[in-house]
């Protein structure tokens, strides 16, 4: 079965850095397009970034400039280097597969979530 796999997730002050890694297994990883949504206590989820096939990234406005997701398709994995962080990413972060996702879809696979804590 499909599984994503999030992981370097935790706590830093405001201004630092986190990187989010994500391990997808039974699926054909070339085939989807994949992201980040986050989930903050109290809020809807939003989508974050996604990369599509050909590499091409989109960003939320939130993040433009500071968060840079990218893959490994050897891998099978992706990348959220979260940089300039601010309290108010503190966010469950989830990772996310979908071959329509990144031409409107919604992703098909979510992963279990990894926490990120900003203090200011």
């Known amino acids: 079965q499909v599984r994503l796999v999030e992981s370097g997730g935790g706590s830093v002050q405001a201004g630092g850095s986190l990187r989010l890694s994500c391990a997808a297994s039974?699926?054909?990883?070339?085939?989807?397009?994949m992201g980040w949504f986050r989930q903050a206590p109290g809020k809807e989820r939003e989508g974050v970034a996604r990369i599509a096939r050909d590499g091409t990234t989109t960003y939320a406005d939130s993040v433009k400039g500071r968060f840079t997701a990218s893959q490994d398709n050897a891998k099978n994995t992706l990348y959220l280097q979260m940089n300039s962080l601010k309290p108010e990413d503190t966010a469950m972060y989830y990772c996310v597969a979908g071959r329509m996702f990144c031409s409107g879809g919604y992703p098909e696979y979510w992963g279990q979530g990894s926490q990120v804590t900003v203090s200011s």
């Open positions: 039974g699926l054909t990883y070339s085939s989807y397009c």
